[in-house]
């Protein structure tokens, strides 16, 4: 059985977005079984889109990265969004200054690694994010910076 690790979607989006970080995305992918929050695939589409309209991405592609996104979160452990979550997320902005969407990252990584009782790593490329993470007592891999 492979070992747990939890995807921010900065790192998720690396494994179909050629970038600083990719190879190192895909690796992680192929040893761990990759564990998110529920709000990955809705961020994912945001961040794909944004791409799109600023015609950093052609429209084909992004149809393609849609449709590969959706098919492929049927291979991960999804983590559903509960009270619990965003309670603890809200503790989290107050205490680092993370963005609400870190936050929330964060703090399903937390819950799940306290309910699993494994420490989970946490992989982002967002420097802030990390930085919170960190404080917050979360093993964290960097990737991409």
């Not at 399903?108 to 007592?137: I, M, N, Y």
Request: glycine share 4%.
């Amino acid at each position: 059985m492979k070992p747990n690790a939890y995807f921010d979607t900065s790192v998720w989006l690396k494994l179909y977005i050629n970038e600083e970080g990719s190879d190192s995305a895909r690796e992680m992918a192929g040893t761990c079984t990759i564990v998110s929050s529920s709000i990955l695939i809705t961020e994912s589409f945001s961040a794909i889109k944004r791409r799109h309209v600023a015609r950093q991405i052609s429209k084909t592609t992004f149809l393609k990265l849609v449709k590969q996104i959706g098919s492929d979160v049927e291979n991960i452990d999804i983590l559903p969004l509960l009270d619990l979550h965003i309670r603890r997320a809200e503790t989290i902005v107050l205490e680092t200054g993370s963005a609400a969407l870190d936050a929330l990252h964060i703090a399903s990584a937390l819950v799940f690694s306290e309910l699993s009782g494994e420490k989970v790593p946490f992989l982002t490329a967002d420097k802030r994010q990390a930085e919170s993470a960190e404080q917050l007592g979360l093993k964290v891999v960097r990737i991409g910076f």
